[in-house]
């Protein structure tokens, strides 16, 4: 009887050369694919920057820097009366800063002075001044009146702050700037879904529309816009009717109806070349001046030899078919860097910035 004969042994799977070698293909494959979103993604978030854009410099004659002011002016408000508000000192991981260990404050002008000087306000005891950051900035007028928005009361006569309260809530995650429409009534934009730093970096990069406008009442709050690439600066036209935000990455201005219920509709938007941040309102015209980022790379990747430029628009009859854009004010940066917001009182403009010094000008 023969001897039985021995089958050889069923290679594990994977372990033939030919199974190892389509492995390593699927692998390189799949980083293949992997690099060529992430440089999609990276050349995207160029354009959304407009990190090859640069500016040619546009003049006012009668202009001067505001002293007092060195570390930056992110968002101005102006009363009728010409008292002007400036938040300022505000720090933001990646952001350069000029007084990384100076504290936030509020700074107030009076722009009826002859010649007007800023001052820092002295806000009441209690509020936690180490912890404050302020960015945007919005004023109603009344006789009352981590991230929140802190309600302040100005004391005219003692040119001080009083603080009233703080808001906190969970849709206001990662807010930008408000516009006040009442005592403590106010819209307010999340640039971001997240309030992480890093989880707000990979937002960006990834380019999610999760951005939102959202309203706050003491007895309301609920999402009235959403689908914003990066949601800025807000403000509210002369008659109350509709709601300007800036959509910064997306390069947009949108005009939004507001309803008796505080909901909002979008009526239109502009698109514009150039990162929109913080909007003001001329209340007499009704024009929409906007402080504008030419090339947002640079904010970023600071150069103090090839420093991020200055730009100020003015948007005039933005609810007509063919609004008029002008260029008012643009900077390589050799004066102005990184303005952020312009705002107008009876001839006068003032010019503030993320991290920089601020602009004082005749018009």
């Known amino acids: 009887m023969a001897p039985p004969t021995e089958l050889p042994a069923r290679p594990e799977r ?69 008292l002007a508000f400036f938040s300022a000192g505000l720090k933001f991981p990646g952001l350069h800063s000029f007084a990384p260990d100076k504290l936030g404050g509020i700074l107030m002008m009076d722009l009826k002075e002859e010649k007007p000087r800023a001052r820092e306000l002295r806000i009441s005891r209690g509020f936690d001044l180490a912890s404050f950051n302020p960015h945007g900035i919005s004023t109603f007028i009344d006789n009352e009146f981590k991230n929140t928005v802190e309600i302040f009361k100005f004391e005219e006569a003692e040119n001080s702050l009083l603080h009233l309260k703080t808001v906190k809530h969970e849709l206001l995650p990662s807010v930008n700037d408000i516009t006040a429409v009442g005592p403590a009534h106010f819209y307010a934009t999340n640039d971001h879904y997240f309030s992480d730093p890093f989880l707000k970096y990979l937002e960006t990069y990834l380019n999610l529309h999760w951005a939102n406008v959202v309203y706050y009442s003491p007895n309301e709050v609920k999402v009235v816009a959403e689908g914003f690439d990066s949601a800025n600066g807000i403000n509210i036209s002369p008659d109350n009717k509709y709601i300007y935000v800036a959509d910064i990455l997306a390069h947009e201005i949108h005009v939004l109806e507001k309803h008796p219920n505080m909901n909002l509709t979008q009526l239109k938007v502009l698109e514009l070349d150039t990162l929109v941040d913080n909007l003001s309102i001329d209340p007499s015209s009704g024009d929409i001046w906007v402080g504008c980022h030419p090339n947002g790379q640079k904010l970023f990747v ?39 917001v312009a705002s107008v009182y009876d001839g006068k403009l003032l010019i503030g910035t993320l991290y920089h010094r601020a602009l004082y000008c005749e018009l």
């Open 14 to 82: 994977g372990s033939a050369p030919g199974f190892r070698a389509m492995g390593r293909l699927v692998a390189v494959g799949l980083l293949g694919i992997a690099l060529a979103l992430l440089g999609e993604r990276l050349l995207a978030l160029r354009n959304r920057l407009k990190a090859s854009r640069e500016v040619e410099s546009v003049d006012l004659p009668n202009c001067h820097l505001i002293k007092g002011i060195e570390a930056g002016s992110e968002d101005i408000d102006i009363l009728p009366n010409g």
């Open 302 to 340: 600071y150069d103090p030899n090839n420093p991020p430029s200055s730009e100020v628009l003015r948007i005039q009859n933005i609810l007509s078919e063919k609004p008029t854009v002008t260029t008012v004010y643009a900077n390589n940066g050799s004066v102005l860097q990184g303005s952020s």
